[in-house]
């Protein structure tokens, strides 16, 4: 019976120290700012605070895709790719997340205060 008892409360603090874990681990801050490119130059950067749609086009005037800023989040509605995951990403808010069409080489990356100066990783 004593050890039933040490068994429910050992497995019960392993639960509660993997949901405090989770709470403090997530990333929960949202981006502030979407950031478009094409290649690898920058191409547009779009407030989240502010709704709108935009189409995307490249240099050559020829039309890639259109986002939708709604409700602080960033979506891709339509795109000349021929696979179209990147409409089926759906929209994306938080700091770090992104979308990616890589026929048309497009990529929206969210960006925010907390993940530009943290530390994704240390190597030694």
């Given at each position: 019976m004593k050890n039933k008892f040490w068994e429910i409360f050992f497995i019960a603090i392993l639960v509660l120290v993997g949901f405090i874990s989770y709470y403090f681990l997530r990333s929960s801050d949202n981006g502030n700012t979407a950031i478009i490119k094409i290649g690898q130059e920058k191409y547009l950067e779009l407030d989240l605070k502010s709704d709108k749609t935009?189409?995307?086009?490249?240099?050559?005037?020829?039309?890639?895709?259109?986002?939708?800023?709604?409700?602080?989040?960033?979506?891709?509605?339509?795109?000349s790719c021929f696979d179209h995951l990147c409409v089926l990403k759906g929209p994306v808010s938080?700091?770090?997340e992104s979308i990616v069409c890589l026929p048309n080489q497009v990529v929206i990356s969210i960006s925010g205060n907390s993940t530009e100066n943290s530390v994704d990783g240390v190597l030694q």
């Amino acid at each position: 019976m004593k050890n039933k008892f040490w068994e429910i409360f050992f497995i019960a603090i392993l639960v509660l120290v993997g949901f405090i874990s989770y709470y403090f681990l997530r990333s929960s801050d949202n981006g502030n700012t979407a950031i478009i490119k094409i290649g690898q130059e920058k191409y547009l950067e779009l407030d989240l605070k502010s709704d709108k749609t935009v189409q995307i086009v490249d240099y050559d005037s020829e039309y890639l895709l259109t986002v939708q800023v709604d409700n602080g989040a960033i979506s891709v509605v339509d795109s000349s790719c021929f696979d179209h995951l990147c409409v089926l990403k759906g929209p994306v808010s938080k700091a770090g997340e992104s979308i990616v069409c890589l026929p048309n080489q497009v990529v929206i990356s969210i960006s925010g205060n907390s993940t530009e100066n943290s530390v994704d990783g240390v190597l030694q």
